[in-house]
């Protein structure tokens, strides 16, 4: 599919540019695989001058970035950054103020069901059934995406025992832990086989057990070529797990690239942390020193 783009007078990201394979529309895949010739893989995910304001305050302003396909993109930032409501506003959930979505090469603007029908989402507060079971749960969310039964049953069983709740999966969802819950959603995300998953905080209130089942699906997912957009406070498992990484901070980005990248931009060596990195780009505050009071 063919995607119209904007002029070239169109808004650009603040922060440093990205590297030229995720600010192309298309690359060219021959390289890595030979033989097939010349093959164009369009963006997942293309973002021109988002903007979104509430009365004075510009929460986000003039984003522009691509996703490829099969990317880890991290989306971090502190509190109040702007992080949710882009995320809100990438799947449909919040109307932009300016600017264009592109979501597996539907736009937002015109064909929303058809983006809809592309993404999956979960959101940081899982938005949960609690008088359904875990499977009535799962099955509802793939019988309103139009699966065939047969279809919604099986994709039912291979997520149970994906995220390892088949002990689980006939109990009320109301007795369920935070970690439950957030599996649960996870697999409400993933039953009708998105091509890209947005994830807002999913290790939150999260015990290590269910960490864990998490992040395997989400390595499991990433090598089948699912896209992921992944949001999180908890830097060193996004230093662990995401191929490229935008940093927002009031609304703006201070960074977008690799980890290498990132780390020459912010004028950091080879050894830094993303969390040396993020604190970097985003200003924080210097540790305080006289902090006799704790002791």
């Known amino acids: 599919m063919t995607v119209a783009l904007p002029p070239d007078d169109a808004p650009a990201a603040a922060g440093p540019p990205p590297d030229e394979a995720s600010s192309a529309v298309a690359f060219d895949l021959a390289a890595e695989s030979p033989g097939l010739g010349p093959q164009l893989v369009e963006p997942s995910v293309q973002v021109y001058g988002l903007t979104k304001r509430f009365g004075d305050h510009v929460a986000v302003n003039n984003l522009t970035f691509t996703v490829l396909p099969g990317e880890f993109f991290g989306f971090l930032g502190p509190n109040g950054a702007g992080k949710t409501t882009t995320i809100r506003m990438l799947v449909g959930l919040l109307r932009p103020d300016g600017g264009r979505v592109i979501i597996a090469g539907h736009d937002l603007a015109t064909d929303p069901l058809a983006v809809k029908a592309s993404i999956g989402l979960l959101p940081e507060e899982p938005n949960v059934y609690e008088r359904l079971t875990g499977r009535e749960f799962i099955q509802f969310a793939g019988t309103m995406y139009g699966l065939p039964p047969d279809l919604v049953r099986s994709r039912t069983q291979e997520l149970l025992v994906l995220?390892?709740?088949?002990?689980?999966?006939?109990?009320?969802?109301?007795?369920?832990?935070?970690?439950?819950?957030?599996?649960?959603?996870?697999?409400?995300?993933?039953?009708?086989?998105?091509?890209?998953?947005?994830?807002?905080?999913?290790?939150?209130?999260?015990?290590?057990?269910?960490?864990?089942?998490?992040?395997?699906?989400?390595?499991?997912?990433?090598?089948?070529?699912?896209?992921?957009?992944?949001?999180?406070?908890?830097?060193?498992?996004?230093?662990?797990?995401?191929?490229?990484?935008?940093?927002?901070?009031?609304?703006?980005?201070?960074?977008?690239?690799?980890?290498?990248?990132?780390?020459?931009?912010?004028?950091?060596?080879?050894?830094?942390?993303?969390?040396?990195?993020?604190?970097?780009?985003?200003?924080?505050?210097?540790?305080?020193?006289?902090l006799s009071w704790i002791a």
């Open 163 to 290: 995220m390892e709740m088949e002990e689980h999966a006939d109990k009320m969802i109301v007795d369920y832990s935070s970690g439950m819950k957030k599996k649960t959603g996870m697999a409400v995300a993933l039953i009708h086989d998105p091509r890209v998953l947005f994830l807002d905080e999913p290790f939150g209130s999260v015990d290590a057990v269910s960490s864990r089942s998490i992040r395997q699906v989400l390595t499991r997912l990433r090598e089948r070529g699912t896209t992921i957009f992944f949001s999180s406070h908890i830097l060193d498992l996004a230093e662990r797990l995401c191929t490229r990484i935008a940093i927002i901070h009031q609304g703006v980005f201070r960074g977008l690239g690799t980890l290498p990248e990132l780390r020459a931009y912010a004028g950091l060596g080879p050894d830094a942390t993303l969390e040396d990195v993020f604190l970097a780009l985003v200003g924080a505050p210097a540790e305080k020193d006289d």
